[in-house]
């Protein structure tokens, strides 16, 4: 049995699920980009069709724009923190709908504007990994901790991302969305995890920056909950946290 110490307190444990955006990786740095170009190409198609959003744009998806219209922040109990990719799809087809475009070109048109701003993405690789998480995951190797990736993306996106920052080799299991029949709150993502790890969920900690991280380890049992919150003026949203850390240097993992 390793041990995973948090803020000096020490919990047994054998496994460590992650939530990917706003836990292993900066979440602004890599979707802000994205958010900005299909918003952008959202407004453009709206503007011909002589209508707009029904909201203020940031409130589309849960962002926050700078004057320039550069993504800076984000709702983290929104759209783009917290939706799959077909939830996001959902909202935003939802929008060209509302100006008179039928239901399944809406659709057609938001899957081809997510087509170019991923584009966009995967030619920039604006994936940054969060100060202290490698020598973190380094110290679960070294103890035996099994690792898995529980994410609200898709399962080969994150494989992606993981791979573009080096990671991938951490983790035992990488589960997304299309793993599972319910997303997070819902516990299935973290029961099919501690399966696959080969581990009761007694025996696991949840680690992620939103409050349906929290929710779906607490109602599969898993041992703790901890919230990740670099800037602790964005942490209220973490209601249901049994923890809640500023960065993974309050985190070490030893072999008890």
């Given at each position: 049995m390793s041990e995973l110490i948090v803020q000096g307190m020490r919990y047994p444990c054998r496994g460590i699920l992650f939530d990917k955006d706003g836990t292993l990786l900066d979440f602004i740095q890599l979707w802000g980009p994205w958010a900005r170009s299909i918003l952008d190409m959202m407004e453009q198609h709206l503007a011909v069709a002589g209508a707009g959003f029904t909201m203020e744009k940031g409130d589309v998806l849960g962002t926050v724009h700078d004057q320039e219209g550069r993504v800076i922040g984000y709702d983290p109990s929104g759209p783009l923190a917290m939706g799959t990719v077909d939830e996001?799809?959902?909202?935003?087809?939802?929008?060209?709908?509302?100006?008179?475009?039928?239901?399944?070109?809406?659709?057609?048109?938001?899957r081809e504007f997510n087509k170019t701003a991923m584009a966009d993405v995967r030619r920039q690789r604006a994936a940054k990994v969060f100060p202290g998480l490698?020598?973190?995951?380094?110290?679960?190797?070294?103890?035996?901790?099994k690792l898995a990736v529980v994410t609200s993306d898709s399962t080969e996106a994150a494989q992606e991302h993981l791979e573009w920052m080096g990671l991938t080799p951490y983790f035992d299991v990488i589960i997304g969305h299309d793993r599972v029949t319910y997303g997070k709150p819902d516990p299935e993502m973290a029961e099919k995890a501690c399966e696959l790890l080969g581990l009761s969920p007694l025996d696991v900690v949840v680690i992620?920056?939103?409050?349906?991280?929290?929710?779906m380890g607490k109602r599969a049992g898993v041992r703790l909950a901890i919230g990740f919150a670099p800037e602790p003026e964005r942490s209220r949203h973490l209601l249901d946290a049994d923890k809640v850390v500023r960065g993974?240097?309050?985190?070490?993992?030893?072999?008890a």
């Open positions: 996001s799809t959902g909202v935003l087809a939802w929008q060209l709908y509302t100006a008179g475009i039928p239901w399944n070109e809406a659709v057609q048109l938001v490698r020598t973190l995951l380094e110290q679960s190797r070294r103890a035996g901790m992620g920056d939103s409050n349906g991280d929290m929710q993974y240097e309050e985190l070490e993992v030893r072999r």
